[in-house]
């Protein structure tokens, strides 16, 4: 069974990614969350610290660049989950550090860049995904 050591990109300790998408990730013994990585240094060091004692094991605080995640040698799988027009920014790095990837859904502002993304992916050879998280949201889980 390969072993996923994660590297997610936009966790903070509320949002999106805090309800919807680590909750699955952290019960599934296939993945192992290793670092994470925000905007500020305040927001991944308290993310850290929450999921260091959420996971009972170091999970590592980079800020800033996305590149410090993309080259951390303990992470071989990055989650993106950041607003669709900072997609770019943050995956240039990990699709650059040669990291499978999931990234959420639009993968790109527009085709052009959705279109990038899949063509360096395809020359690195990585695996990658494409997330559509939307109906674990309570609206709409109430709705259908």
């Known amino acids: 069974m390969t ?3 994660v ?3 936009g966790l903070s300790t509320s949002g999106w990614a805090h309800t ?15 670092a994470i990585s925000t905007s500020s240094k305040e927001s991944a060091e308290a993310t850290a610290a929450e999921y260091s004692k959420r996971t009972r094991q170091e999970v590592k ?14 992470v071989n799988f990055v989650a993106v989950s950041v607003k669709a027009p900072l997609h770019k920014q943050a ?4 699709l650059e550090a040669g990291k499978d990837f ?25 695996k990658s995904l ?9 609206a709409i889980k109430k709705v259908t």
């Open 7 to 9: 590297g997610f990109i």
């Open 91 to 94: 995956l240039t790095p990990v």
């Open 3 to 5: 072993q996923y050591n």
């Open 20 to 34: 919807a998408l680590v909750p699955p990730l952290l019960e599934n013994n296939k993945y192992s969350l290793k």
């Open 61 to 74: 605080a980079y800020y800033g660049s996305t590149s410090q995640i993309a080259n951390d040698p303990d």
């Open 130 to 138: 494409v997330g559509l998280q939307g109906w674990q949201s309570p």
């Open 102 to 126: 999931f990234l959420e859904w639009p993968a790109g502002k527009n085709t052009a860049e959705t279109i990038e993304f899949a063509e360096a992916a395809k020359a690195k050879g990585l």
